[in-house]
């Protein structure tokens, strides 16, 4: 099974700030790879497929970037509703698997 | 845009069965791969399994965690997925999302990767004696 590590597990930041969160691959997977924003009680929210595209209404402060084994999401600027947990997931192949998560809370 | 509503869970005891149910509405289910995807209490996410619709052959794929004991089916007539469970574990107390899927392409790639691009709110399975 492909592996997804995340880090860092815990991200304390501000409103503001520019947060960067990794997700590596423990085998290439071109640019197969999806972030999800879950906040509790809540199913998971899409962010991004294809390693950097956004679907249409997700705010352009979120991005993300990278090719192969390491990829990267980034807030720009951090906003009060963007304290959440971030998962990565791979879509090449299956079984289909997920980072652990990355909880982002307020500093 | 779509709506997903999971229903079914509860409270049951190591061994016994379980139907989870999908209820989809705001786009044309038939059209749409559906997957099931579970999250521990205080845990990540995992895939459970996934069903594609008949105009990519009505398979179904599963985790190795599940495969011989949970069975995805669908009613594309009344827009609903099913996660049928039996001999279920403590392991598999979790919450159970629904998710419509979506394929990508790259570069010419000959299978797509799939992607969830809508989840429901999912519902709690809770195994227990």
């Known amino acids: 099974d492909v592996q997804l590590t995340q880090s860092p597990a815990f991200l304390s930041a501000s409103v503001g700030d520019r947060v960067t969160i990794t997700c590596r691959v423990s085998q290439g997977i071109s640019s197969f790879l999806a972030w999800y924003q879950q906040k509790p009680g809540r199913g998971p929210k899409l962010l991004i497929y294809g390693a950097s595209t956004l679907p249409f209404g997700v705010p352009p402060r979120f991005s993300g970037s990278g090719s192969g084994t390491e990829f990267t999401l980034t807030i720009s600027s951090l906003q009060p509703e963007d304290f959440a947990t971030y998962f990565c997931q791979q879509l090449n192949s299956f079984p289909l698997t997920f980072g652990g998560g990355t909880k982002v809370e307020i500093k | 845009e779509g709506q997903l509503v999971e229903s079914g869970g509860n409270l049951v005891q190591p061994g016994r069965s379980l139907r989870l149910s999908c209820m989809a509405s705001g786009f044309t289910f038939g059209d749409y791969v559906m997957s099931w995807v579970r999250q521990a209490p205080g845990k990540g996410l995992e895939w459970v399994g996934f069903s594609r619709n008949q105009a990519r052959g009505g398979t179904t794929e599963y985790a190795a965690s599940v495969k011989g004991r949970f069975t995805i089916s669908r009613d594309d007539s009344k827009s609903i997925a099913y996660l049928q469970m039996n001999n279920l574990k403590t392991e598999d107390t979790a919450v159970y999302y629904c998710?419509?899927?979506?394929?990508?392409?790259?570069?010419?790639?000959?299978?797509?990767?799939?992607?969830?691009?809508?989840w429901g709110r999912g519902t709690l399975v809770t195994v227990s004696s």
């Open positions: 998710t419509r899927d979506v394929p990508f392409y790259y570069h010419g790639s000959p299978l797509p990767g799939w992607y969830f691009d809508l």
